[in-house]
């Protein structure tokens, strides 16, 4: 009996700290985000218009959930791509499940596609939420420290260890961001959902251009400070020679 209820109180701190984990991480995504609005907008292969729509959209679909009686015990996760609607998580029957994609449909005009991903099962526990979320940081990382692609053009959500992946992207973008997909701990399933595009953006090329062009200027800088400051250190060793004799 002992041993049952000290279980039972690690399981209960490990909900604990995931949660704070997680609430706290969302702080701090939330404030980086607010702070970096406007240098990150430039990466998105959206337009600053199509950017709201979908961060309105977004808001909107959680709104429909939470407001409706029937379906605000549900467990619904949504993600938004040029008015592409992911929906995914739990529902108690199929014809909740009908209802939700139902209502989204009628109170969500603007909404192009609907992707319905939800499972009649019961709600996923906080404990598989959190793993869920750590499966999510992971990939996001593995996308940071890459060159393929920024780590703007392409989405991610996990569900039940199912992570989803949304964007425009070219088909080679979109097989090295699966590739890396598999190399996260505890992944189950990869679905892709993205717009594929024939080739990059030629904006998005001229910029990355003009970088690479500036980066390679201020390396030649450096080189050629290097080399004056080498040449100064030689030249103030032999007037100190010369003083000394």
């Known amino acids: ?3 049952v209820i000290v279980k039972k109180v690690i399981l209960l701190c490990a909900l604990l700290v995931s949660s ?5 991480c969302s702080t701090i995504v939330q404030g980086a985000a607010a702070v970096t609005t406007v240098a990150t907008m430039s990466n998105d292969r959206r337009s600053a218009g199509e950017i709201i729509d979908d961060k309105t959209l977004d808001m909107n679909l959680s709104n429909i959930v ?3 009686t029937i379906l605000e015990d549900m467990h619904i996760n949504f993600m938004v791509y040029n008015k592409a609607v992911l929906m995914a998580g739990e529902a ?3 014809e ?3 209802y939700l994609e139902k209502q989204i449909k009628r109170n969500a005009p603007k909404m192009k596609q609907l992707i319905n991903e939800v499972e009649v099962m019961p709600n996923s526990s906080y404990l598989s939420r959190a793993k869920d979320g750590i499966i999510t ?4 990382t593995l996308f940071l420290n890459q060159e393929v692609f ?5 989405r991610v959500m996990t569900e039940r260890r199912t992570v989803y992946l949304m964007g425009s992207v070219t088909k080679r973008e979109a097989e090295h961001a699966t590739n890396l997909v598999t190399k996260a701990k505890n992944v189950d399933k990869v679905v892709k959902l993205f717009n594929y595009l024939l080739v990059r953006p030629a904006a998005e090329i001229e910029r990355d251009n003009k970088r690479k062009a500036e980066a390679e200027r201020q390396a ?3 080189a050629k400070r290097a080399e004056l400051e080498a040449a100064q250190a030689a030249l103030q060793q032999q007037i100190d020679e010369l003083n000394a004799n």
Do not use: C, N, Y
């Open 1 to 3: 009996m002992q041993g």
């Open 150 to 154: 920024h780590p703007k053009h392409v």
């Open 137 to 140: 940081v992971q990939i996001e």
């Open 92 to 94: 108690p029957s199929t």
């Open 220 to 222: 030649e800088l450096e």
């Open 66 to 68: 939470r407001k409706d």
């Open 20 to 24: 704070f984990i997680l609430s706290s």
């Open 96 to 98: 909740a499940r009908e």
